[in-house]
């Protein structure tokens, strides 16, 4: 694969297509894939709130489906967390309509204090719950990695567990034929931040993704010795 961008050219023998669930580089060699709408809706809402969780996440299980309390860092010294509550389109959409003190009356009901109470509602979105998986992990020399090979119903944190150990398989066997990775670089840049540098080179990012819950020494695969960047750095060493 060669490409260019701004006089900067990039020469390659192998893809490793890590660009999300929409992945530019699937559409691009049309791999086909296996699809799955569950036809449910899920709310994510960041806030603050007067507990310290202590870096527990909590799960409650519903009828119309699961409500996951996820801990993250602290922010101008006030706890804060995120909600993932999936349920029914209509449920959600009728949820996201209110505003943030119905919205945060309803959480402190159903969350029953877990993290004591909802104080301040920092942001919310909803996204349609679907799945899918590749009909091929790899092709051609490019090999899908985390959600471009395959996503999931948001529970219980899959996605992104199965995104580690993809990352944690292809780097084995980049130590067991001794490769080297000698960059990093991307399609499309859908980050509001600076571009990634490499000897004075930009780089862009091809998604945003924010997960400041975790440290880089927290993460099993880190403990491992593998290397890797926390989500949502726009740096590389």
Same mark, same amino acid.
């Given at each position: 694969?060669?490409?260019?961008?701004?006089?900067?050219? /990039?020469?390659?023998?192998?893809?490793?297509?890590?660009?999300?669930?929409?992945?530019?580089?699937?559409?691009?060699?049309?791999?086909?894939?296996?699809?799955?709408?569950?036809?449910?809706?899920?709310? /994510?809402?960041?806030?603050?709130?007067?507990?310290?969780?202590?870096?527990?996440?909590?799960?409650?299980?519903?009828?119309?489906?699961?409500?996951?309390?996820?801990?993250?860092?602290?922010?101008?010294?006030?706890?804060?967390?995120?909600?993932?509550?999936?349920?029914?389109?209509?449920?959600?959409?009728?949820?996201?309509?209110?505003?943030?003190?119905?919205?945060?009356?309803?959480?402190?009901?159903?969350?029953?204090?877990?993290?004591?109470?909802?104080?301040?509602?920092?942001?919310?979105?909803?996204?349609?719950?679907?799945?899918?998986?590749?009909?091929?992990?790899?092709?051609?020399?490019?090999?899908?990695?985390?959600?471009?090979?395959?996503?999931?119903?948001?529970?219980?944190?899959?996605?992104?567990?199965?995104?580690?150990?993809?990352?944690?398989?292809?780097?084995?066997?980049?130590?067991?034929?001794?490769?080297?990775?000698?960059?990093?670089?991307?399609?499309?840049? $859908?980050?509001?931040?600076?571009?990634?540098?490499?000897?004075?080179?930009?780089?862009?990012?091809?998604?945003?993704?924010?997960?400041?819950?975790?440290?880089?020494?927290?993460?099993?695969?880190?403990?491992?010795?593998?290397?890797?960047?926390?989500?949502?750095? $726009?740096?590389?060493?």
């Amino acid at each position: 694969v060669i490409t260019k961008q701004n006089n900067f050219y /990039v020469n390659t023998n192998i893809i490793f297509a890590c660009d999300g669930k929409n992945s530019s580089i699937r559409k691009i060699f049309k791999t086909p894939i296996y699809r799955k709408d569950y036809k449910k809706k899920a709310i /994510v809402i960041n806030f603050y709130h007067s507990k310290n969780h202590n870096n527990t996440a909590f799960e409650f299980f519903f009828k119309n489906g699961p409500l996951a309390i996820l801990p993250m860092q602290k922010n101008k010294n006030q706890f804060q967390s995120s909600i993932v509550w999936t349920n029914t389109n209509k449920f959600i959409n009728s949820l996201f309509s209110l505003d943030d003190n119905n919205i945060i009356s309803i959480l402190n009901e159903k969350t029953q204090g877990s993290v004591g109470e909802i104080k301040k509602i920092i942001t919310k979105q909803t996204f349609p719950l679907k799945a899918h998986l590749n009909s091929k992990f790899f092709e051609n020399r490019i090999i899908y990695l985390g959600d471009s090979a395959h996503s999931f119903h948001p529970i219980a944190g899959q996605g992104w567990n199965l995104g580690m150990q993809d990352v944690e398989s292809i780097y084995n066997l980049v130590k067991k034929y001794k490769s080297k990775v000698v960059g990093y670089a991307c399609l499309i840049n $859908r980050s509001s931040k600076p571009s990634l540098k490499i000897k004075d080179k930009n780089i862009v990012s091809q998604i945003k993704l924010e997960i400041p819950t975790y440290k880089k020494n927290d993460l099993p695969i880190e403990l491992k010795k593998i290397p890797i960047t926390k989500p949502g750095s $726009r740096y590389l060493k």
